[in-house]
């Protein structure tokens, strides 16, 4: 399988999608990918910040550590 130049739909420029991410993906019944990696990233990275922004509010971590070791519990649950 060769690889495939995809279009970025965020930045519009073409990235590579190789072949043993194509496997990757048809493995996984993913489909293509609309993001090139940069993209991906980037709005991996702006998930994190929403995820910090959605904490709890200033007050609640204010009451100190055990709060805190509460929320983070909580999260960690939510992820799994
Ligand atoms: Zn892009």
Do not use: I
């Not at 194509?22 to 993913?30: L, M, T």
Request: hydrophobic content about 20%; aromatic content about 8%.
């Amino acid at each position: 399988m060769p690889d495939k130049q995809l279009k970025c739909c965020d930045c519009g420029l073409e990235f590579p999608f190789t072949e043993g991410e194509q496997k990757f993906y048809a493995e996984r019944e993913y489909s293509d990918p609309k993001r090139c990696k940069p993209c991906r990233e980037r709005r991996k990275a702006e998930k994190q910040v929403k995820e910090v922004n959605s904490a709890p509010p200033v007050a609640m971590m204010e009451e100190g550590m055990e709060t805190e070791r509460h929320w983070r519990g909580k999260k960690g649950r939510r992820e799994h």
